[in-house]
């Protein structure tokens, strides 16, 4: 069906003007829009709302501040090789304060992160990337003379959202593995509520920039799953979208980094692979734009679980992985079921799960609530015709 709302933009002059500054056709910049609004799961016609936004160009006010963390989240979303990925994030926030990229330091860049804070009172978006010391004080992280505990419930207090890029600043990440002598925590903890969490070390760019335009185009960040994090990118296992899973399946596994199994592509798990408890979008959206199999697995390397807290940094690589797939079963129940003749194969799995019966038992249990339901049948006819009979 023709897309009603992207056909209305073809000839608007905003979507000419966005498509130039970011170096793309136009067709290329709608093609984008539709993607980010695919991938955020929005409904048809949202694509046109997310392209309005991003040509509107109503730039929201990031501040971005870095604890304890290793820079990777800033390098993933600058070292994407399209070009026109970084350009895009650029483009779309206001990146006010951000100690890796500005060019002042020292007094100046506190002074411009203040004074973004006070004109952007309760509109700017704060990303806290890197994990927050809270042992001793949190003397062990500071910036300006302030620690980043104080920093953070500073710089939180008059935003309009609050993101914590990284798995770091999600739970604590790497920074907080056993025995975590700083006291290493996410901002969540730090912040005593919830906030929205893009997981991963790093975390993938456009996790971030979707995230982002949603807020964009909606005014709101988008809908997360119980840890914060957004269901779009990580509603599904990566054991669930993995290339391999098909040698997964079939028994078909690498033993020892480059042995045969190994170099002809087969499954990691008997190397560690944490994908089968681990929810993210790496194998869907991948990295750096380089093409298919950039992503750890699809370049060999088992999967960490990086994005999951009590998995990455946490489970060693030579444990494996709690299988968390469900696996189907052979036979289904039929949708409807005659009452009273018996039961499927199917349906017996389903009551002996629910009677917890042995499976021999459960198909008497379907085939008795069969009978007595005859008989139940049975005994209201016989009842009626005696009342007739009187
Ligand atoms: Fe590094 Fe970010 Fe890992 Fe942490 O990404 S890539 S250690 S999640 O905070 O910089
Ligand atoms: Fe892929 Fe890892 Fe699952 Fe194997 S265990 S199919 S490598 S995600
Ligand atoms: Fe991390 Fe595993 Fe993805 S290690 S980047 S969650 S494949």
Redesign the pocket.
Same mark, same amino acid.
């Given at each position: 069906m023709a897309n009603t709302g992207l056909l209305k933009l073809e000839g608007d002059s905003r979507i000419a003007a966005a498509s130039k500054r970011l170096d793309l056709s136009r067709r290329e910049f709608l093609q984008f829009c539709t993607t980010v609004a695919a991938s955020l799961g929005l409904p048809q016609g949202a694509d046109a709302a997310v392209a309005e936004a991003i040509a509107d160009k109503k730039r929201p006010s990031v501040i971005w501040l870095?604890f304890?963390? %290793?820079? $990777? %989240?800033?390098?993933?979303m600058l070292r994407s090789e399209h070009p026109t990925l970084e350009k895009l994030i650029l483009d779309v926030i206001s990146l006010d304060y951000h100690e890796t990229l500005f060019a002042a330091a020292g007094h100046q860049a506190e002074q411009a992160r203040r004074t973004a804070m006070a004109e952007n009172k309760n509109s700017y978006l704060l990303v806290i990337?890197? !994990?927050i010391p809270t042992r001793d004080g949190g003397i062990y992280c500071k910036v300006g003379g302030q620690t980043a505990v104080e920093l953070t419930q500073a710089c939180a207090a008059d935003a309009a959202a609050v993101i914590a890029?990284?798995?770091? !600043?999600?739970w604590g990440?790497?920074?907080s593995t056993d025995p975590n002598p700083t006291g290493s925590s996410g901002v969540a903890t730090v912040l005593g509520k919830p906030v929205v969490t893009i997981? $991963? %070390?790093?975390?993938n760019p456009y996790n971030f920039l979707s995230a982002v335009v949603h807020f964009l185009a909606f005014g709101s960040l988008p809908a997360v799953d119980d840890l914060g994090r957004p269901k779009f990118a990580y509603s599904r296992l990566i054991h669930e979208n993995c290339e391999r899973r098909a040698h997964f399946d079939a028994g078909r596994f690498a033993i020892e980094f480059g042995d045969e199994g190994h170099r002809k592509g087969y499954c990691l798990y008997k190397l560690g692979c944490k994908g089968p408890e681990t929810y993210a979008n790496c194998p869907t959206i991948l990295f750096g734009d380089a093409g298919a199999g950039t992503w750890p697995v699809g370049c060999g390397c088992p999967c960490i679980g %990086?994005t999951e807290q009590g998995v990455g940094f946490s489970k060693p690589i030579h444990m494996l992985a709690k299988v968390k797939n469900v696996e189907p079963p052979q036979q289904y129940p039929r949708i409807v079921e005659e009452k009273g003749t018996g039961a499927t194969l199917g349906s017996a799995a389903v009551l002996a799960a629910v009677a917890g019966a042995a499976a021999g038992g459960a198909a008497m249990v379907a085939r008795n609530l069969g009978l007595s339901h005859k008989a139940e049948e049975a005994a209201k006819a016989q009842a009626a015709s005696e009342k007739m009979e009187v």
């Open positions: 870095q304890q963390e %290793c820079t $990777g %989240c800033t390098e993933s990337e890197g !994990a890029i990284g798995s770091c !600043a999600s990440g790497m920074p997981p $991963g %070390c790093p975390p %990086c």
